[in-house]
T-cell receptor
Framework: GQQVMQIPQYQHVQEGEDFTTYCNSSTTLSNIQWYKQRPGGHPVFLIQ?????EVKKQKRLTFQFGEAKKNSSLHITATQTTDVGTYFCAGPGGATNKLIFGTGTLLAVQP | DTAVSQTPKYLVTQMGNDKSIKCEQN?????MYWYKQDSKKFLKIMFS???????INETVPNRFSPKSPDKAHLNLHINSLELGDSAVYFC??????????????FGEGSRLTVL
């Protein structure tokens, strides 16, 4: 079945350093979504990318959808302690286009 | 007002018991979901309902039975609980299931611990 993998599984950075998580799907995606889950919290939608090669920015966060629409990345510039959490990508798959979540990347930020 | 609310937030129970989790959304969405998040944080879809009709039923033991009395509510009943059922169960909703899932709004989760 379709798989959505993310690397790294875990990253520990010093506050102010940059961070990137990569998302790879085994199949082409019509769109990709990104979610953030704070420790003890629930996933919260960040953004959706639809077009091949699309790049979107939200303040210090930059999201990119690959040209082949099989991969995506999230880059955070100058991390802050408020960025702590697990970042998930998610894409539709299967006959019902259900949203399949990636394996997640846990970001820890040391002040 | 909480957009997607689920109760209870915490459930601790013995193996073999039956338990239910309730979910309500006040967003006017057509589609609701149950996701399971295990100890490794993997989020896996279990069920999805569109306007009270079951549209996604993943490979889930038939001890799990969802029910949607109306499009604003989706409940999950679990029979004969097993240790492996321990997880956080998230309810979610989205605007419309027209072949492409839109943004999901998640509830705060129900942490189930089976002893």
């Amino acid at each position: 079945g379709q798989q959505v993998m993310q690397i790294p599984q875990y990253q520990h950075v010093q506050e102010g350093e940059d961070f990137t998580t990569y998302c790879n799907s085994s199949t082409t995606l019509s769109n990709i979504q990104w979610y953030k889950q704070r420790p003890g919290g629930h996933p919260v939608f960040l953004i959706q990318l639809v077009k091949s090669g699309e790049v979107k920015k939200q303040k210090r966060l930059t999201f990119q959808f690959g040209e082949a629409k099989k991969n995506s990345s999230l880059h955070i510039t100058a991390t802050q302690t408020t960025d702590v959490g697990t970042y998930f990508c998610a894409g539709p798959g299967g006959a019902t286009n259900k949203l399949i979540f990636g394996t997640g990347t846990l970001l820890a930020v040391q002040p | 007002d909480t957009a997607v609310s689920q109760t209870p937030k915490y459930l601790v129970t013995q193996m073999g018991n039956d338990k239910s989790i309730k979910c309500e959304q006040n967003l006017g969405h057509d589609t609701m979901y149950w996701y399971k998040q295990d100890s490794k944080k993997f989020l896996k879809i279990m069920f999805s309902y569109n306007n009270k009709e079951l549209i996604i039923n993943e490979t889930v033991p038939n001890r799990f039975s969802p029910k949607s009395p109306d499009k604003a509510h989706l409940n999950l009943h679990i029979n004969s609980l097993e240790l492996g059922d321990s997880a956080v169960y998230f309810c979610a909703s989205s605007q419309d299931f027209t072949g492409v899932t839109g943004e999901l709004f998640f509830g705060e989760g129900s942490r189930l611990t089976v002893l």
